[in-house]
């Protein structure tokens, strides 16, 4: 089935060492989009990607950032992460700006 | 900037009865795509149902429904008949017609009695 896969599930990490997580979709959607939800929290969108364009939020911090070396994959890189970075990692594509998303099963993250 | 706001953190229904979960949107554009996500405990987040702004008609899917007033800027969720399986966090969520991304409510809790 096509889908968006989100590896790892779980990721312990320690504090200010580097962490990769990666999204693979099997969709061909153009876009691919990295949010951050913490507990009982709305998701909070880091940034996308429409094709190779890079679109980052104002507010996500320098600590994060992302690649796209192709349509299928995108990783999350977290260069020093903080306890304030634990949080559920979701990771969700969409075909267009009329569809919605479609959503990975999340990667938690917790930083020790 | 375009807002979603659900004013329920939390909401407990009796299996098998109905409820409806609030939400209201601040926008300016009058084309725009909305959404219900629904999130269930340590599983992936799926689309409920979905509303585009131009059409008058509201959106249904099964014992799902919406109840969309466009002046008033409310989208609100009705589940008929909720199973136990409708427990879950329920997010609104507002796409603007000229934008990639979808920005979300803050969710509501929904607790199923049995």
Same mark, same amino acid.
């Given at each position: 089935?096509?889908?968006? %896969? *989100? ?28 949010? *951050? *939800?913490?507990? +009982? *929290? ?23 950032? +992302?690649?796209?070396?192709?349509? +299928?994959?995108?990783? =999350?890189? %977290? ?9 559920? /990692?979701?990771?969700?594509? +969409? ?5 919605? /998303? ?6 938690? =993250?917790?930083?020790? | 900037?375009? !807002? ?19 939400? !209201?949107?601040? !926008? ?12 269930? &405990?340590?599983?992936?987040?799926? $689309? ?28 609100? $969720?009705?589940?008929? #008949?909720?199973? $136990? ?14 934008? #990639? ?11 199923? $009695? &049995?």
């Amino acid at each position: 089935d096509a889908m968006v %896969i *989100q590896n790892p599930r779980y990721q312990v990490t320690q504090f200010g060492k580097p962490v990769t997580l990666s999204c693979s979709q099997t969709l061909n959607h153009n876009v691919m989009y990295w949010y *951050q *939800q913490k507990s +009982s *929290q709305a998701p909070k969108l880091l940034f996308h990607y429409y094709d190779k364009d890079f679109n980052n939020e104002a507010d996500t911090p320098d600590n994060f950032q +992302s690649r796209r070396p192709n349509t +299928s994959f995108c990783f =999350l890189d %977290i260069r020093s992460p903080g306890l304030g970075d634990a949080a559920m /990692y979701l990771c969700a594509t +969409s075909r267009d700006r009329v569809a919605g /998303y479609t959503f990975g099963s999340g990667t938690r =993250l917790t930083v020790v | 900037a375009q !807002t979603v706001t659900q004013s329920q953190p939390e909401m407990s229904v009796q299996e098998a009865e109905t409820v409806t979960l609030s939400c !209201t949107y601040d !926008t300016s554009e009058s084309d725009y795509y909305l959404f219900w996500y629904k999130q269930p &405990p340590s599983r992936q987040m799926i $689309l409920v149902i979905r509303q585009e702004a131009y059409k008058q008609q509201n959106a249904t899917e099964n014992r799902f429904s919406v109840n969309f007033q466009k002046a008033a800027k409310s989208f609100s $969720l009705k589940i008929s #008949d909720s199973q $136990l399986g409708d427990a879950a966090m329920y997010f609104c969520a507002y796409r603007s017609q000229r934008d #990639d991304k979808i920005i979300f409510g803050k969710g509501t809790r929904l607790h199923i $009695l &049995p």
